[in-house]
């Protein structure tokens, strides 16, 4: 979903290592940004292994108190790291090997001095132990942070939605997305009359002294830390098996018991097809390990893995609306399908910098084209990504500024699809087209990536040059427009509004009802056309591009 980060008004220090673009966006920012953001030697030293997070979750009072043990490898010599905890929540205490460590704190970082030099190759562990009152959710999950309401019945139903602001809100973790750790096993303890689901395979549930019931999860893939997630509630549960690409998949459904007789044909109507759909555009999914898991949630939806979060109402389209306005929004849920799409894109493949997310929310956003092909022909997704552009402000780039937690436009969700729609074109092949997103999702399979690294993938497989293309899309604001003159049979054409050597092809009626490839430069060509005028000449509209005439 789209997130709204948290801007700190601090003075100071301005961090804009935004090389790679080519239109940056005037931001000041502050030490807080950079300590979420960068990665500095401090936390590029140790590599996270597995975490045990084992917290107690006190629903009437609001509050969290528990421990993370962090498992890690050494990447260099070091003798001080630094993990991230908000400010507002207490460290207790910081164990290693028996004995206390000392610490200080900046802003939401954490900077931990060990007692010997941790060599480079070793394996070590700490354990942080902590408490207090995580922040609560403004309006979830825009604003992140914890959600707690009540059902139908009056009975708790808690969540958390926290990606943008920081995992860090709520559990201790080396928070950036660079690094995510290889496994994890999540206990939550929460009051009996209740149920818990978080990501992973459950091991166990084992009964408190207290009245409290801890429920534990095991991940078993690699997991970026915004999307470790819980649910609390009075919850129904129901499974089923998808028979995929891999073998049999396992089902999970978690509904309000409340919601049950509605969720079930609902759900039962999109996810298989969804999931037939994406294996066929993206690879098998990523998370047989896991399974895949469809939860009710108190917030309209997140891309929590192998626990997609659901709260758009058992409604089709979002929340009853067309994104698109051209009706084929309508035949599926939106929330089921764009969520689930972020396993392949977000999930498997993660980027390193909030500012790349345009990689998560583009590719998604154009699942849902793609979903729509699969079950209702091209002439749907054609029609269906070409009306998103109506929501596309071209307000900043796409892409944000780098080692400051800053995400670039809300575009890159219909301008990111519409780029690779129009790069599609490009390739004109549509199994050489589909074998690139396979591709993606196998060489970098349980990967955090770069922008560059994405880039240069599918500029390799596709055989064309591409750079000036995502410079085009993802680092400027502007709309290529094809600017052109008709006189007689002949036909004068040049890109405006383009960056420097922007030398895309595209394709125009050169003849009645027929598209060719043209190929345009900044600079005047000409060719020949037959029976076409100003009235009847235009660009294939699966092109994200302008057309004006001189």
Not at 37 to 52: A, K, Q, V, W
């Amino acid at each position: 979903m789209k997130r709204i980060f948290y801007s700190i008004a601090l003075l100071c220090l301005t961090v804009c290592n935004a090389d790679a673009q080519l239109l940056k966006p005037k931001n000041t920012f502050s030490r807080a940004d950079s300590l979420r953001g960068m990665l500095t030697p401090l936390r590029s030293c140790y590599d996270i292994n597995y975490y045990h997070l084992d917290v107690k979750i006190d629903i009437d009072q609001q509050t969290i108190a528990g421990s993370n043990e962090f498992k890690f490898s050494a990447m260099s010599d070091f003798s001080m790291l630094q993990f991230d905890l908000f400010s507002n929540l207490n460290i207790d205490k910081i164990e290693y090997k028996g004995r206390e460590l000392s610490y200080k704190r900046e802003f939401n970082a954490v900077f931990v001095t060990f007692p010997v030099r941790i060599k480079k190759g070793s394996k070590d562990s700490f354990k942080v132990f902590y408490s207090g009152k995580p922040i609560i959710a403004a309006n979830p999950p825009w604003d992140g942070g914890f959600i707690f309401k009540t059902d139908k019945a009056g009975k708790p139903w808690v969540s958390v939605a926290c990606e943008g602001l920081g995992a860090s809100s709520w559990w201790p973790n080396k928070d950036h997305l660079s690094d995510e750790v290889d496994s994890m096993l999540v206990s939550i303890s929460i009051p009996k009359n209740l149920k818990e689901i978080s990501n992973g395979r459950l091991r166990s549930v084992k009964d408190q002294p207290d009245g409290y019931q801890q429920y534990n999860w095991f991940i078993g893939n690699p997991i970026n830390n915004y999307d470790v997630t819980f649910y609390i509630g009075d919850y129904a549960h129901w499974t089923d098996q998808y028979q995929g690409e891999k073998g049999d998949l396992s089902l999970n459904f978690w509904s309000l018991k409340a919601d049950s007789l509605l969720a079930k044909p609902h759900w039962d109507a999109d996810v298989k097809r969804m999931l037939k759909s994406f294996e066929y555009w993206f690879g098998p999914y990523p998370f047989y390990k896991d399974g895949y898991k469809l939860v009710e949630a108190p917030h309209l939806g997140m891309e929590h893995q192998s626990a997609v979060a659901y709260g758009n109402e058992f409604k089709m389209g979002y929340k009853g609306r067309d994104l698109s306005g051209t009706g084929w929004g309508l035949k599926f849920d939106f929330i089921t399908v764009h969520e689930s799409g972020h396993e392949w894109f977000g999930n498997n493949i993660t980027i390193k910098d909030v500012a790349d997310m345009w990689v998560h929310e583009g590719f998604t956003n154009y699942s849902e084209p793609l979903f729509l092909e699969s079950n209702y022909g091209k002439d749907a997704a054609n029609a269906y990504v070409q009306g998103l552009r109506k929501i596309i402000k071209n307000d900043i780039p796409v892409i944000g500024v780098y080692n400051v937690n800053k995400e670039g436009s809300g575009d890159m969700y219909p301008k990111g699809a519409n780029m690779i729609h129009t790069i599609r074109q490009l390739i004109g092949n549509d199994e050489k087209f589909r074998a690139i997103l396979r591709g993606l999702n196998q060489t970098f399979y349980h990967q955090t990536v770069t922008t560059a690294q994405i880039e240069n993938y599918i500029a390799a497989q596709s055989g064309l040059k591409l750079s000036k293309v995502f410079d085009q899309y993802l680092r400027t604001t502007k709309i290529p427009v094809l600017s052109y003159q008709i006189s007689g049979n002949n036909l004068s054409y040049h890109w405006e509004n383009v960056v420097p050597g922007f030398d895309m092809p595209v394709k125009v009626t050169l003849k009645p009802g027929m598209y060719t490839f043209i190929y345009p430069s900044d600079k005047w060509k000409e060719t020949v056309i037959s029976g076409i005028t100003d009235s009847t000449f235009k660009a294939d509209p699966n092109f994200y591009v302008q057309v004006k005439t001189k």
